[in-house]
């Protein structure tokens, strides 16, 4: 499980795999609400990770774990 960096520049989300040297733009995320933020993202470059849903959207840049979803 990699930890990635989170994003948001210009109101779009970005992630950052620095063991891959990776920046892609999010495409879609799973949960994107008050109560829930997370699950599956799909990146622009056709890779897709899962972060496991969270309470509230995090207060961005961060660092959180994901996986190969």
Known sequence: MPSVMLR???GKLSLYIA???LEAMVVSLEH???DKWGGKIELDD???WYLDP???KPKLP???RVRRA
């Open 54 to 56: 969270l309470d509230a």
């Open 32 to 34: 994107d609400a008050i």
């Open 8 to 10: 948001e520049n210009e």
């Open 46 to 48: 056709g890779s897709a």
């Open 62 to 64: 961060k660092t959180l």
């Open 19 to 21: 063991k891959k040297d």
